[in-house]
């Protein structure tokens, strides 16, 4: 009996084995040691390429150009890895990889994992990495975030921060330029992070900062400018934005500095991570190393194209898993980092997403995860295992973003003349009210009515992200003057300011597309991604121009940072706490219980009119409450007897 149970443990195991092999094809590596292992002493690599018939080492003095230094062939090792060490000293050496597959060498790659690169991130760098920390940096702690739905974001480019005339920062679309304060528009207005810190948002969530494959960093007077969804090394800064692109360490040092500046000043850092797919397919790093295996694949052995950018990366299998947890680690532990928004979430399949969210809430309780819950295409992984936003409440603490409420509150992001809630447009309450709801379950919500989502996807509040727009298409002014192009510029800037009082005042994670506050146009560019600065560049004399529309929008964030009832926790306090009142097209009205959750104001009302004509609201429903916004104005407090919603605005009402 126990020679047979070993024979069934030995078959069983063998299937299990066979299983595993049919279904990834090579054992994955369990180490924690890919790449370079650096000492004063010795430098040792090891790169997992389980294909490989032969692999190098290529070493160099410069980061392009010029013959190799040496070129080292690599001892194969356990679990599909190559390896060399190198004894003594390489620090600023840079090196490259490269295998041979079915009798063919392939082309020279930087490490996957490189921690430092050279000028167009061809070849990684050997680096110390405490060498780039700043002076300070042991000391240097995270703003503290005690919930999701306490942080206020804020999308922004880099580059567009800084890089306009009128700026007034010296070190234009620069890592550094983010870190200069006392810096003012031409009529003394602040800019850059000054401005950041005045308008009181909690998180900035920088558009991809890691080193992507669009800009030549060799020139950089040449006039370049791309968003930088086109990821090349995804472990160390991208080098257009370092003040010296050659040597890898300036980087990271700058971005570092810029990182603790923005600690020392109450702002969280959020990164903009795309995981999702990589700029080169065929030539990646990845496919170059081991072919084929970090990508989907269709029946007819293409690559799979869910992001419509040529190729999308199969998350579930082991090694890409393994990169993406290993990635946003280091990011966490090397660059004090404070949250990921995952571009094209919705290609990355639930359980590796899980795996990174419980292993970054180890070790950094208040980070901040969201993505986008959507695709570009379709994938050939199924639908009922990617992080789409059907499958929010298969994910733990990780956002999506509702374009429910997006689109409510605009119109259709693929029509630009469609007009939204805010813009007049009839039978858009029901989507203001789940985007209000932050797509939590609320009795009063009429689904089948929503605009996209017919039932309720977020667990809790804290997993929806509530916005109006962001980099993709048209800015919200943009939108608006599009869609609304009949109505006068006072009413576009009504509209403008009820939509922004809406993600303001709603439920969930607040998020702002940067220069929103001062109504921030792209002349009319739906897909700014490769436009130039003429077009993306933050143009810092509209802070002047419509400085009453930036004082309401720091207002606006004043007001939900004071008050918990905008910032509810759980979805039962959502059911609970919120009360729709019955009211005509076009008006939304409700009111949050305060006391609960310990608010200073025991009931709010909020009221919004998405109407071109006056409506009143019932001396009934208001007795007893004080004014705090009246038509998009906030005014010192004062009891009522009636109250008139004039078009296009928001009014808020509170009982102390």
Same mark, same amino acid.
């Given at each position: ?45 090891? *790169? ?396 009063? *919500? ?127 306090? *959502? ?46 429903? *208001? ?34």
């Amino acid at each position: 009996m126990k020679l047979l149970f070993i024979l069934m443990v030995l078959c069983a195991f063998a299937f299990y084995c066979r299983a595993q092999n049919k279904k990834e094809s090579f054992l994955p590596y369990t180490g924690s040691d890919l790449g370079l292992t650096w000492s004063p002493k010795q430098s040792i690599f090891r *790169i997992w390429a389980p294909t490989a018939s032969k692999a190098q080492l290529k070493l160099y003095s410069q980061s392009f150009g010029g013959e190799p230094l040496q070129t080292i062939g690599l001892t194969k090792s356990k679990q599909g890895t190559w390896t060399a060490t190198l004894p003594g000293n390489y620090l600023g050496t840079y090196y490259t990889f490269r295998i041979e597959y079915k009798g063919q060498w392939l082309n020279e790659v930087a490490d996957p994992y490189a921690k430092a690169v050279g000028t167009n991130g061809k070849r990684a760098m050997i680096v110390d990495l405490k060498k780039t920390n700043p002076k300070g940096w042991e000391n240097d702690h995270s703003p503290q975030l005690k919930s999701p739905t306490d942080a206020i974001i804020y999308e922004l480019h880099i580059r567009d921060a800084s890089i306009a005339a009128n700026s007034g920062i010296i070190n234009k679309g620069k890592f550094t330029g983010l870190t200069e304060t006392g810096t003012k528009n031409n009529e003394n207005f602040s800019t850059g992070l000054d401005h950041l810190t005045q308008l009181g948002v909690t998180h900035i969530h920088l558009l991809p900062f890691f080193d992507y494959n669009s800009v030549d960093e060799s020139d950089t007077l040449k006039a370049q400018y791309n968003w930088g969804y086109d990821p090349l090394n995804y472990n160390t800064p991208e080098g257009s934005y370092a003040s010296n692109t050659t040597d890898g360490n300036v980087r990271i040092k700058e971005f570092k500095q810029l990182i603790k500046t923005f600690h020392e000043n109450g702002l969280s850092v959020v990164m903009d991570a795309v995981y999702n797919h990589t700029a080169l397919t065929g030539e990646s790093n990845f496919n170059q190393l081991v072919p084929g295996y970090y990508y989907r694949q269709t029946k007819d052995g293409k690559f799979s194209n869910a992001t419509a950018c040529g190729n999308e990366t199969a998350s579930e299998k082991a090694m890409m898993r393994k990169f993406m947890l290993e990635s946003v680690l280091y990011w966490v532990n090397e660059y004090h980092v404070d949250g990921f928004r995952f571009d094209l979430m919705g290609v990355h399949d639930i359980e590796t997403m899980n795996i990174i969210s419980a292993a970054l809430h180890k070790i950094k309780p208040g980070i901040l995860l969201y993505g986008e819950g959507w695709t570009a295409g379709a994938s050939t992984l199924p639908d009922s295992l990617r992080a789409l936003k059907k499958n929010a409440a298969k994910l733990n603490a990780i956002a999506v973003f509702s374009d429910d409420i997006r689109d409510g509150i605009k119109g259709s992001v693929f029509d630009a003349a469609d007009k939204g809630f805010a813009s007049g447009k009839d039978g858009m309450e029901e989507s203001i009210k789940f985007g209000i709801a932050a797509a939590c379950k609320h009795p009063q *919500i009429d689904y089948s009515k929503v605009n996209y989502s017919k039932a309720p996807y977020a667990k809790e509040p804290g997993s929806t992200i509530t916005y109006t727009e962001c980099h993709d298409n048209n800015t919200l002014w943009d939108k608006l003057s599009i869609s609304a192009a009949t109505a006068t510029v006072k009413e576009r800037i009504e509209m403008h300011k009820l939509a922004l009082s809406i993600v303001l005042t709603s439920q969930g994670i607040s998020f702002l597309h940067a220069g929103t506050e001062f109504l921030r146009n792209k002349k009319g560019i739906e897909n700014s991604f490769a436009s130039p600065d003429s077009i993306n560049a933050i143009d810092w004399s509209l802070k002047t121009k419509n400085i009453a529309v930036f004082t309401y929008v720091q207002q606006l964030i004043q007001l939900r940072k004071a008050h918990p009832a905008f910032r509810l926790q759980t979805a039962a306090q *959502i059911k609970d706490n919120i009360l729709f009142f019955d009211t005509p097209p076009g008006i939304i009205g409700y009111q949050l219980n305060g006391v609960t959750v310990k608010d200073s104001w025991k009931e709010i009302q909020v009221w919004f009119n998405g109407n071109g004509e006056e409506k009143e609201i019932p001396a009934l429903k *208001i007795n007893g409450f004080k004014t705090v916004i009246v038509n998009n104005i906030f005014v010192t407090s004062s009891s009522l007897e009636k109250l008139i919603l004039k078009p296009y605005s928001c009014i808020v009402l509170y009982k102390e």
